[in-house]
């Protein structure tokens, strides 16, 4: 069996990393940054292992749904989720908008204090995929960092918000 391909993205943020903690736990603050471009309404956030975050994401007369189940949570650490596209009702299905994604992605955010800044690394890796879904993500790696650094761009914002209180 071959290695699953990894999309992995670290930064470094200008701020405490319990601040840093806070932009991805605080649901007014996910919904600002998470979906940069579009309306992110966030349905339920449970931030605990088995939780649930369930999001949408709008934009024009179009939205799109996902389920978040939290595997791990450990205080301003560690989160480590299974991430997947769902129907009106929160059931599980392909996405949409490109059927050969995985269905669900496993997620996992990292962060380390260094000094007066955190580190942050993300990591993505399809769980449970078929070839098909393996090999369509395996061929968008390299087009992933955009959408992430568009999010980490405002959060950069909200973290200069934040510490200016």
């Known amino acids: 069996m071959s290695e699953l391909p990894e999309f992995v993205l670290d930064r470094v943020f200008d701020a405490p990393q319990e601040m840093v903690w806070r932009t991805w736990t605080d649901p007014e603050l996910l919904a600002r940054w998470y979906g940069p471009g579009v309306e992110t309404i966030i349905h339920k956030f449970d931030l605990e292992p088995g939780g649930l975050w369930l999001g949408e994401m709008k ?62 690394r993300l990591t993505w890796i399809p769980h449970e995929a078929s070839e098909a879904e393996i090999a369509c993500f395996s061929g968008s790696v390299e087009n992933m960092g955009k959408g992430w650094g568009s999010g980490f761009a405002i959060i950069d914002e909200i973290l200069v918000e934040l510490q200016a209180g």
């Open 59 to 120: 934009w024009g007369d179009k939205s799109m749904l996902s389920k978040v189940v939290f595997q791990e949570v450990t205080p301003t650490e560690k989160l480590t989720w299974l991430h997947s596209s769902c129907d009106a009702e929160w059931n599980v299905i392909s996405n949409p908008m490109m059927p050969d994604w995985p269905q669900t992605i496993l997620t996992i955010v990292t962060l380390e204090q260094r000094g007066q800044k955190t580190h942050l």
